[in-house]
């Protein structure tokens, strides 16, 4: 592992992208997710996520010179038509859209189609907690789920993931994938030679595996088994059905640079507290939460994250494989 300066870390991935027919600001917005994944140690949806982009654009997979369309059909309704570009430009230029309908009308939703990976969906409901507001996301990905009792792909692992404001702390986030591995986990698992957990895949012929590389050309599995497929099923269809955007079953691979555009969808139920709750929500769930965090050995989701990230920062860097390191900086 290398040290590589936030700085450094951010002009790397930027010109590696403009280098693969990228514009400047989709560089710039993508490159910010992807560095604040690792800043808050997700890998599987950081820098790993750089040469798969890049090809993709120089393809004309995913346009990266996209400018999103907004449009505020409703008072309450705002969408995003993401033009087959990054959906980190779309939801830069459709949240705030959405977080203003949301104070005016007490709720509001946003929908997003024709778009790209989602990166951590935990991200954008933060931005919006860190507003006062209460948020829910849903994304789709490629097919790469087996239902329940099935086999066959039907579902992305399809995170689903809510924020909300909290009293002179970052805000609560929970961030869940419908798998109980996410794909991009595999992928590093099968990079490393590394087994994956008992129960998480199927074999292209449906036995259980733990070969990341036959995991991949197989099935994940949900967790939690019923569970998780009815709510990857809830997944889809808010993130899919609600906006226009194609199925996972419809949707190319995030992972090649052949193929259609995978047109894949997200949402987001953004709520203002104020509307319902008063001006002691904060109050009360600071009240629950202190409940929780009392107790021995309970903390709360993203707790990890949050100290990660404010290392990151102090330290001004971010470690990144060595491997991966020498082939990004042989991208430019």
Same mark, same amino acid.
């Given at each position: 592992?290398?040290?590589?300066?936030?700085?450094?870390?951010?002009?790397?991935?930027?010109?590696?992208?403009?280098?693969?027919?990228?514009?400047?600001?989709?560089?710039?917005?993508?490159?910010?997710?992807?560095?604040?994944?690792?800043?808050?140690?997700?890998?599987?949806?950081?820098?790993?996520?750089?040469?798969?982009?890049?090809?993709?654009?120089?393809?004309?997979?995913?346009?990266?010179?996209?400018?999103?369309?907004?449009?505020?059909? $409703?008072? =309450?309704?705002?969408?995003?038509?993401?033009?087959?570009?990054?959906?980190?430009?779309?939801?830069?230029?459709? !949240?705030?859209?959405?977080?203003?309908?949301?104070?005016?009308?007490?709720?509001?939703?946003?929908?997003?189609?024709?778009?790209?990976?989602?990166?951590?969906?935990?991200?954008?409901?933060? +931005?919006?907690?860190?507003?006062?507001?209460?948020?829910? =996301?849903?994304?789709?990905?490629?097919?790469? !789920?087996?239902?329940?009792?099935?086999?066959?792909?039907?579902?992305?692992?399809?995170?689903?993931?809510?924020?909300?404001?909290? $009293? #002179?702390?970052?805000?609560?986030?929970? &961030?869940?994938?419908?798998?109980?591995?996410?794909?991009?986990?595999?992928?590093?698992?099968? $990079?490393?030679?590394?087994?994956?957990?008992?129960?998480?895949?199927?074999?292209?012929?449906?036995?259980?595996?733990? +070969?990341?590389? $036959?995991?991949?050309?197989?099935?994940?599995?949900?967790?939690?088994?019923?569970?998780?497929?009815?709510?990857?099923?809830?997944?889809?269809?808010?993130?899919?059905?609600?906006?226009?955007?194609? !199925?996972?079953?419809?949707?190319?691979?995030?992972?090649?640079?052949?193929?259609?555009?995978?047109?894949?969808?997200?949402?987001?139920?953004?709520?203002?507290?104020?509307?319902?709750?008063?001006?002691?929500?904060?109050?009360?769930?600071?009240?629950?939460?202190?409940?929780?965090?009392?107790?021995?050995?309970?903390?709360?989701?993203?707790?990890?994250?949050?100290?990660?990230?404010?290392?990151?920062?102090?330290?001004?860097?971010?470690?990144?494989? #060595? &491997?991966?390191?020498?082939? !990004?900086?042989?991208?430019?």
């Amino acid at each position: 592992m290398s040290a590589v300066s936030l700085t450094e870390a951010q002009s790397l991935g930027e010109n590696i992208l403009k280098a693969h027919n990228v514009g400047q600001r989709n560089a710039e917005l993508t490159i910010a997710s992807l560095l604040r994944a690792e800043m808050e140690g997700l890998p599987s949806h950081g820098f790993s996520r750089i040469p798969y982009y890049a090809a993709q654009s120089a393809a004309g997979k995913v346009d990266g010179h996209a400018v999103p369309v907004v449009q505020r059909p $409703k008072p =309450g309704v705002v969408t995003v038509d993401a033009c087959c570009g990054f959906a980190f430009s779309a939801f830069a230029d459709g !949240l705030p859209v959405a977080a203003q309908a949301a104070k005016e009308e007490g709720v509001a939703l946003l929908a997003v189609r024709n778009s790209h990976h989602a990166g951590v969906l935990g991200f954008p409901v933060a +931005d919006l907690a860190e507003q006062g507001l209460v948020a829910l =996301g849903f994304a789709n990905s490629p097919a790469s !789920l087996a239902p329940y009792g099935g086999t066959a792909v039907t579902f992305g692992t399809n995170p689903l993931a809510m924020a909300c404001p909290r $009293k #002179d702390a970052p805000p609560l986030v929970i &961030d869940l994938s419908m798998g109980l591995l996410a794909r991009g986990k595999i992928l590093q698992a099968a $990079k490393k030679g590394e087994l994956i957990p008992e129960g998480a895949a199927v074999d292209a012929q449906g036995n259980p595996t733990r +070969d990341p590389v $036959k995991a991949f050309e197989g099935a994940l599995l949900p967790f939690g088994g019923p569970k998780g497929y009815a709510l990857a099923l809830m997944v889809e269809i808010m993130s899919a059905g609600l906006t226009g955007a194609s !199925l996972s079953i419809e949707s190319s691979s995030l992972f090649t640079p052949d193929g259609p555009p995978p047109r894949l969808g997200q949402s987001f139920v953004i709520m203002d507290p104020a509307a319902t709750a008063g001006a002691n929500f904060v109050d009360r769930v600071e009240h629950l939460l202190a409940f929780i965090t009392g107790q021995p050995g309970a903390r709360l989701p993203g707790d990890r994250r949050i100290g990660l990230s404010q290392s990151a920062r102090q330290s001004g860097s971010i470690d990144l494989p #060595d &491997d991966l390191l020498a082939q !990004l900086r042989g991208m430019c």
